[in-house]
C-alpha cells in the first residue's frame, strides 16, 4: 500500500514538475514628464508609454504563443490585441485599460497555459484639461518668466501653440505642452504690450481644443513678500 502511494505520489510530482511552464509578467511606464513607474495599478495623464515583458519560467523546448490583451473600460472583447511575448503601447485613449497576457506552451502534445487575468495590469488615463494664464513677466526673477500652459493641464496628446503681435506676425510656436514663450523673438526682448495665443490641441478624450487669447506682458511686475514692521 505504501509502494503504491509512493508511486502515484513521485507521478503526480513528475506531473508537477513538467508543468512548471509559466509566466510572470511585469511592466514599466514612462510618464509624460520623463518619470518612470512600475505600478500594476496606474492612474497617470496620456500620453503614457508602458513596455511589457512576459517573463517566461521553465519554457526551454516548448513553443511558447503569447497573447497580451487589452481591454478599454468594460469592454468584453480586446481592442487591441499583440502576440510578442515582450511588447509596447502608447495610452493615449481616456478610460480604465486592464492588460491580460494569456501564454501557452506546447511540446509533444502536451498543452500547459497561463495568465494573469486575476491581477490585470490597469492603467487609467485621465480625462483632458488645458488652460492658460493671461499674462506673464520676462524679467528674469525666476517666477513667471515663461508663458506656458497651467501646471494642471492632463492627458493632452496633440499640442502646437503659436504667438503673433498685434499686426498678426507669427513670433514663436511650439509642440509640446511643457514648453513655452520666454517674451522674445529673433534673439531679443518685444516690448511689453498685448500679444495673442492661438494653441490647437486633442485630448486624449477626444477634446479638441482651438485656444484664443491676449497675452500681456508685464516686465515691471515683481512677485514681493510683504512684512509687517
Given at each position: ?50 513596455n ?6 521553465d ?24 502576440y ?9 485613449e ?7 497576457l494569456?501564454?501557452?506552451?506546447t ?40 508663458y506656458?500652459?497651467k ?9 502646437h ?28 526682448q ?25 497675452v ?14
Amino acid at each position: 500500500m505504501i509502494k503504491i502511494f509512493s508511486t502515484i505520489l513521485l507521478a503526480f510530482m513528475g506531473t508537477m514538475m513538467l508543468h512548471a511552464q509559466s509566466v510572470s509578467p511585469t511592466v514599466s511606464y514612462t510618464l509624460p514628464d520623463g518619470t518612470t513607474s512600475e505600478e500594476e495599478n496606474l492612474t497617470a495623464s496620456a500620453p503614457v508609454v508602458a513596455n511589457y515583458s512576459a517573463n517566461p519560467s521553465d519554457a526551454d523546448g516548448y513553443s511558447a504563443h503569447y497573447e497580451w490583451r487589452f481591454y478599454l473600460n468594460n469592454d468584453t472583447v480586446p481592442k487591441i490585441i499583440r502576440y510578442e511575448e515582450n511588447t509596447n503601447y502608447t495610452f493615449s485613449e481616456a478610460g480604465t485599460w486592464r492588460i491580460i497576457l494569456y501564454a501557452t506552451f506546447t511540446k509533444d502534445g502536451d498543452v500547459i497555459t497561463d495568465n494573469n487575468a486575476d491581477n490585470p495590469f490597469t492603467v487609467s488615463i485621465s480625462e483632458s484639461v488645458l488652460e492658460f494664464p493671461n499674462a506673464f513677466s520676462p524679467n528674469g526673477d525666476g517666477i513667471n518668466d515663461v508663458y506656458k500652459a497651467k501646471s494642471t493641464y492632463r492627458s493632452i496628446v496633440e499640442f502646437h501653440a503659436y504667438i503673433f503681435n498685434r499686426w498678426g506676425q507669427k513670433l514663436y510656436e511650439w509642440d509640446n505642452p511643457a514648453g513655452g514663450w520666454d517674451g522674445t523673438a529673433h534673439g531679443k526682448q518685444v516690448p511689453d504690450g498685448v500679444y495673442f495665443l492661438l494653441c490647437k490641441a486633442k485630448g486624449a478624450d477626444g477634446r479638441v481644443f482651438n485656444i484664443r487669447k491676449d497675452v500681456n506682458i508685464l516686465r515691471g511686475y515683481t512677485e514681493r513678500t510683504t512684512t509687517t514692521e
